[in-house]
């Protein structure tokens, strides 16, 4: 599905939990935000490995339950979530 870049905007909530991560060759970075562009949590860095990714998504799996569930008592829907 195609959206405009207005379009996306209008999807963020405050329920929504925007993460970036910088790619690199052998080192990521990810961050976190809350709809507002406040940084939750602290940046991770993590290899290009599977042990990497893996560390990445417990890092996601807890920002999700440290910030947005104890919030809005919402479900997961990308399935990060224990």
Request: aromatic share 10%.
């Amino acid at each position: 599905m195609k959206y405009t870049q207005n379009e996306k905007i209008l999807q963020v909530t405050e329920k929504t939990l925007v993460v970036g991560v910088d790619i690199a060759k052998e080192r990521h970075v990810g961050r976190a935000f809350d709809f507002r562009g406040v940084e939750l949590g602290k940046r991770i860095e993590f290899e290009n490995r599977k042990e990497g990714m893996e560390k990445f998504l417990d890092w996601a799996k807890r920002l999700v339950k440290n910030f947005v569930f104890p919030i809005y008592n919402v479900n997961c829907k990308v399935g990060l979530c224990c």
